[in-house]
């Protein structure tokens, strides 16, 4: 199973960035996926979700109104835009991909990729 984010960098505040996640050797359309992010010091916290079909997301009161989460289940692709960025939201990003069922669920995470906010 992997989980290969990408498309993080340096933005300026205020800027837009996408972030990709590409999931392989699993059942994508089983999984509900999300974005979390670490800054230095800080525990891991939740950004973004969304369920296996899509029809539900939820985000960080921090996030609401400025990043979008939706994904690709053809293309076994889970994105992240943000908009409006501040310095705040500089973190490293990791993709998480959660499949809870009757008994059990499995749990990846990917390597993560750095957004840095900053002038």
């Known amino acids: 199973v992997q989980l290969v984010e990408s498309g993080g960098g340096l933005v300026q505040p205020g800027g837009s960035l996408r972030l990709s996640c590409a999931a392989s050797?699993?059942?994508?359309?089983?999984?509900?996926m999300s974005w979390a992010r670490q800054a230095p010091g800080k525990q891991r916290e939740l950004v973004a979700y969304?369920?296996?079909?899509?029809?539900?997301?939820n985000y960080a009161d921090s996030v609401k109104g400025r990043f979008t989460i939706f994904r690709d289940n053809v293309n076994n692709t889970v994105s992240l835009q943000m908009n409006s960025l501040k310095p705040e939201d500089t973190a490293v990003y990791y993709c998480?991909?959660?499949?809870?069922?009757?008994?059990?669920?499995?749990?990846?995470w990917g390597q993560g990729t750095q957004v840095t906010v900053s002038s």
């Open positions: 998480r991909a959660v499949w809870s069922y009757s008994g059990g669920s499995r749990d990846y």
């Open positions: 969304i369920s296996s079909t899509g029809g539900i997301t």
């Open positions: 050797g699993v059942t994508f359309s089983r999984y509900a």
